[in-house]
């Protein structure tokens, strides 16, 4: 069965200190997969996605994502957090074969202290 | 270009009634999802339509359902409203054809079952 994991419910970091989201998932084929943001009283926001080829993608507002096939792993990660960046993380996988199904995490809340 | 837009933002009914939620895509864009975002429970899948079909669904009983327009518009009913229904109601849409897999969320409307 289809799935994904975010182990971690809550995140704190220092504005300006390094960051890193887990993501792992199951899936039966070769994943899309995805990073999502929500901010308070908004909807998602797409960060980054990752198709194929380069298994390092880069997105939107300093973030990056590795996708390591044999960890069945997508962590997002950020060399400087800044304050704007605290919001709710959700990473997602899909495919056109499961009928275009997205399957998303739980989530990851990042909380950025001065 | 205007984004997902979705109504109402905010909706109170009490068990037994019946909700509706609307959403309009993306110009251009002929495929809407539902999720549903309860509180720690990240997004559940809900329904998909496509080109007027619905060519989905989630894990969820059939007192949920939706229909899709030929405005590609879509929206969703919740019948006999249970408390646990009470969750932010996301809508999404997508290109179909060659799908890039990206999904572009509204702001959700907010179903409060009391």
């Known amino acids: 069965a289809q799935s994904v994991t975010q182990p971690d419910i809550h995140i704190t970091v220092s504005e300006g200190a390094s960051l890193e989201l887990r993501c792992n998932y199951s899936?039966?084929?070769?994943?899309?997969l995805f990073w999502y943001v929500q901010s308070p009283g908004q909807g998602l926001q797409l960060l980054l996605k990752y198709f194929s080829g380069d298994t390092l993608v880069q997105g939107i507002k300093g973030f990056e994502a590795e996708f390591k096939r044999s960890q069945s792993s997508f962590n997002l990660r950020k060399p400087s957090v800044h304050w704007s960046d605290a919001a709710e993380y959700f990473c997602a996988v899909g495919a056109l074969l499961t009928g275009n199904q997205f399957y998303f995490g739980t989530g990851t809340s990042l909380t950025v202290i001065p | 270009e205007a984004g997902v837009t979705q109504s109402p933002t905010h909706l109170i009914k009490t068990r037994g009634q019946q909700a509706t939620l609307r959403c309009s895509p993306i110009s251009g864009h002929t495929s809407v999802y539902w999720y549903q975002q309860a509180l720690g429970l990240g997004l559940q899948f809900l329904l998909w339509?496509?080109?007027?079909?619905?060519?989905n669904r989630g894990n969820f009983p059939p007192r949920f359902s939706g229909r899709q327009f030929p405005n590609y518009s879509s929206e969703l009913n919740v019948n006999a409203l249970e408390l646990e229904d009470s969750a932010l109601y996301l809508c999404?849409?997508?290109?179909?054809?060659?799908?890039?897999?990206?999904?572009?969320f509204g702001e959700g409307s907010r179903l409060t079952v009391l």
């Open positions: 899936y039966g084929a070769t994943p899309y």
């Open positions: 999404a849409s997508s290109r179909t054809g060659g799908n890039t897999g990206e999904l572009f």
């Open positions: 339509y496509d080109e007027g079909e619905e060519r």
